[in-house]
């Protein structure tokens, strides 16, 4: 496949100058700096001001600019490589509170259960460096914890963040077989956003987790990463550590 | 954190009425149906032309519909598993060219070679289900491959899809400690686009592995899938075989 053939491929005005504009901050823009405003930058580049609108909301989707109201437009930190797996996980979710119902028939599908069967979620948050990366809702079907003993707490109600840790510590007494991973786009929904503070329809990253134990469906989480911040990394076992990857698909 | 505070969160129109769409199409569209032009559906849910367009764009982009010119808008095929892993990949990537340049700094600084080092650049696609899913460029350091005998072929001259035949029949020889990845959101850029027949701009899926042979980096992949129709899959071993997961995000 010749590069004739490749380059003969249409590029839409805005998307021509989006590569200029990152070559640009590239090279003459250290991170958190603030880039020029649009009224200059479209003098600089003779573009019209939809057109480097449409650029610049392209390089923020890509997570290469932030905007801040009040002080402008400031080249994006380096996306935030996040360990994906149990083990690597640890301590990085926090729980937020758990609600015990029926499944309804997608959930109770998904789970391998009959409609109806009782299932804890879990809502937890993913904090790195100080910012909400990630929102997640564990599903464990009730039967999934019948061999593990009920903690037992204080008389009072709890609150749903301890019936979260509840349920969280049943379900790590589970002798686990294994879990399996899939990842894909979405999109953030209002409640999401809201947890992850920013507006619905964001770009994510949903990573689906099933997790087996005694041969069967234990446990099911789906968990939505921040697409513009987040770089999920998957660890392998006997790797021996090599440097991260700096990003090179324009370096060939 | 109460759902009060989660339901004050403000949702753009054309959001709304993407989610009022998805729930339309679920249950009275099949897979591969045509759904009503936008004259009609502008009219049955009472919104501007520009609104719907909108929500439309918004589906596109998520891989529920895909606009076929002189059909109209379909409901797209749910994605299709692709699962990632050198074991699970088997025969899916076909070579289609290689390059064999000196390293420009950044690929080198990638790969942990000087900069100007010889290093063969192996491109190739990914096809399931007879559709161009990903496009790869395979990095391999020539001193990965020095311990490697060359394989000696006929004495006419090699064609690039021949160069990367012979590039990848030697990587297959070393013996690997183990690869590690990061899957992160991208824009197709030009090229990429051109052999996904998507434009340019169109999300995907970037996915960065390194392989690891003799303790150090021996080769780095670059791989970009189509973000509509892809959904990538992790297997771990040691886990039974449970069902495919079903999308749950709106279940709960």
Redesign the interface.
Known sequence: ?G?A???A?P??KY?HL??VLLRAIDSEFATGQVIPNERELSARFGVARATLRQALD?LEL??RLVRRRGIGTLVAAP?V?VPVSRREEGEAWQP??C?TAPA?D??A??L?VPAGELVH?VRRVRVEQGQTVATE?L?VPDRSLEQVPEIRLSGAALTGEEQARAVLRRLERLTM???????????A???E???LQR???T?V??V?T?F?AG???AA?A?S?YR??T???????????E??P????????
Chains 1, 2 share one sequence.
Not at 177 to 187: C, K, N, P, T
Not at 230 to 240: A, I, N, Q, S, Y
């Open positions: 496949m590069t053939q490749l380059a491929v590029e839409p998307w989006r590569t392209q890509e997570g996306r490589g937020v509170d609600v309804a997608k959930l599908g998904a391998g979620t809702s599903h077989d294994g879990e399996s991973r899939a990842v894909e786009l979405g999109v929904e209002a409640e956003a809201a947890l507006p619905p329809g770009p990253l949903v689906t099933q087996a041969g069967r469906l099911l789906v939505t697409a513009d987040c770089r999920l990394t998957f660890g392998e076992t006997g790797l021996v090599v440097r990857a700096a990003p090179v698909r324009t370096a060939s």
